[in-house]
T-cell receptor, first 115, second 114 residues
Framework: GAVVSQHPSWVICKSGTSVKIECRSL??????MFWYRQFPKQSLMLMAT?????????EQGVEKDKFLINHASLTLSTLTVTSAHPEDSSFYIC???????????FGPGTRLTVT | AQSVTQLGSHVSVSEGALVLLRCNYS??????LFWYVQYPNQGLQLLLK??????LVKGINGFEAEFKKSETSFHLTKPSAHMSDAAEYFC????????????FGTGTRLQVTL
């Protein structure tokens, strides 16, 4: 199956700093990628849809100025958490749809801890 | 709007026993349904998917699910649980065939005991 990677797998940062998370589709091109957020023992909540070459589409309640998404190529989308605060600590997961297979492939996730 | 409901946030079975994880969906169009498994601190792995072909879908690791339109259900089963099946399981729905964004259920944690 297709492979999606994320980097870093975990990161600790101080409150007020920014953190960038990368999501890559390794063996297929993805014009669309999705970013999810998962709090401990909870389900995945879609944050935004990343579109290659255009602006991301954010779900209701997600601050677009805080969670900056860039999809500069067909294999890379980045999520930047700006001015991070402890409440932003979470598990962030990206996915990329492989349309020919009617399914999405998920990255391994990035654990963000803001101190 | 589409949604999925997973009954039971926690299910415990003995090793060798039947596994049944419940999922009901709501969708205004024919849905595409998925079951994913998540191990601690890892991403999601697809177990199986329903894309309007056969209603009984077989997946990896011995899991299968049956799409029942009349009951709006897509329950996940496995005849004999193994210790390695202990994980979090998510049911998800998509409303198009091009793998658009997924709406997830709240998840069911499966515990397997000796």
């Amino acid at each position: 199956g297709a492979v999606v990677s994320q980097h870093p797998s975990w990161v600790i940062c101080k409150s007020g700093t920014s953190v960038k998370i990368e999501c890559r589709s390794l063996d297929f091109q993805a014009t669309t990628m999705f970013w999810y957020r998962q709090f401990p023992k909870q389900s995945l909540m879609l944050m935004a849809t990343s579109n290659e070459g255009s602006k991301a589409t954010y779900e209701q309640g997600v601050e677009k100025d805080k969670f900056l998404i860039n999809h500069a190529s067909l294999t890379l989308s980045t999520l930047t958490v700006t001015s991070a605060h402890p409440e932003d600590s979470s598990f962030y997961i990206c996915s990329a749809p492989w349309t020919s297979a009617y399914e999405q492939y998920f990255g391994p996730g990035t654990r963000l801890t803001v101190t | 709007a589409q949604s999925v409901t997973q009954l039971g946030s926690h299910v415990s079975v003995s090793e060798g026993a039947l596994v049944l994880l419940r999922c009901n969906y709501s969708s205004s169009v024919p849905p595409y349904l998925f079951w994913y498994v998540q191990y601690p601190n890892q991403g999601l792995q697809l177990l199986l998917k329903y894309t309007s072909a056969a209603t009984l879908v077989k997946g990896i690791n011995g899991f299968e699910a049956e799409f029942k339109k009349s009951e709006t259900s897509f329950h996940l089963t496995k005849p004999s649980a193994h210790m390695s099946d202990a994980a979090e399981y998510f049911c998800a729905v998509s409303d198009t065939g091009t793998a658009s964004k997924l709406t997830f259920g709240t998840g069911t944690r499966l515990q397997v005991t000796l």
